[in-house]
């Protein structure tokens, strides 16, 4: 089973500027997650879809920060503009509502995008 | 805010030695669950404990829930240089909408 695909791995851009991550989930998995890990924290939720509505966005910077998963599969997450503050991993996770019948959230995570703003 | 929190912050261990992590969380839950990340990649799902159990084994790893304490503990057994990663636990609040909510994390380093 594929896991979840994320890119670019790595990104560096200057403050102001905008950058934008792509996630494709696996295959089947009606929820996904965008994490923000910023360096010696743990993952900070920033939005969850179920298929292509979403959950929880309280988190996120709406003024900046604005994602979409069109067709509730791939996930695109974008930056505009950047601020130095916004270093970090981000790091999107999949998971099957249910497992055997109960409710499941155990998610899988990608490898993470880690941008630099200079 | 983040509702777990993990305890130790670090654990330095010999290879051979068992290593224990706590967490603590604040509110009712649905799921605790417990991930490894190794420096620079994603984080990778270890085991998942609901409510309604008191403890969970797969393989050398040992979960166990006190939810009157709002607390759980992470205990390797027999670790190995290839432990040395950060483990965090999750947490989803009973009654919301099934996040899982991560804490700070624990970094255990084994020593060969």
């Known amino acids: 089973e594929a896991g979840v695909a994320q890119s670019p791995r790595y990104k560096i851009i200057e403050k102001r500027q905008s950058v934008a991550f792509w996630c494709n989930p696996i295959?089947?998995?009606?929820?996904l997650y965008w994490y923000q890990q910023i360096l010696g924290q743990g993952p900070k939720l920033l939005i969850q879809?179920?298929?292509?509505?979403?959950?929880?966005d309280s988190q996120l910077p709406k003024d900046r920060f604005s994602a979409e998963r069109l067709k509730g599969v791939d996930s695109t997450l974008k930056i505009q503009p950047a601020k130095l503050e916004d270093s970090a991993v981000y790091l999107c996770?999949?998971?099957?509502?249910?497992?055997?019948?109960?409710?499941?959230?155990?998610?899988?995570f990608g490898q993470g995008t880690r941008l630099t703003v200079v | 805010s983040q509702q777990g929190e993990e305890d130790p912050q670090a654990l330095s261990i010999q290879e051979g030695e068992n290593a224990t992590m706590n967490c603590s969380y604040k509110t009712s839950i649905n799921n605790l669950q417990w991930y490894r990340q190794n420096s620079g990649r994603g984080l990778v799902h270890l085991i998942l404990i609901r409510s309604n159990e008191r403890e969970k084994h797969s393989g050398r790893l040992r979960v166990t829930l006190d939810t009157s304490k709002k607390s759980s503990s992470l205990l390797i057994t027999a670790s190995r240089a290839a432990d040395t990663a950060s483990y965090f636990c999750?947490?989803?609040?009973?009654?919301?909408?099934?996040?899982?909510?991560f804490g700070r994390g624990t970094s255990l380093i084994v020593h060969p």
């Open positions: 999750a947490t989803d609040a009973a009654g919301g909408s099934y996040i899982p909510t």
């Open positions: 879809f179920q298929n292509n509505g979403v959950v929880d």
């Open positions: 295959s089947g998995h009606a929820t």
């Open positions: 996770a999949s998971s099957s509502p249910t497992r055997l019948g109960r409710l499941n959230t155990e998610a899988f």
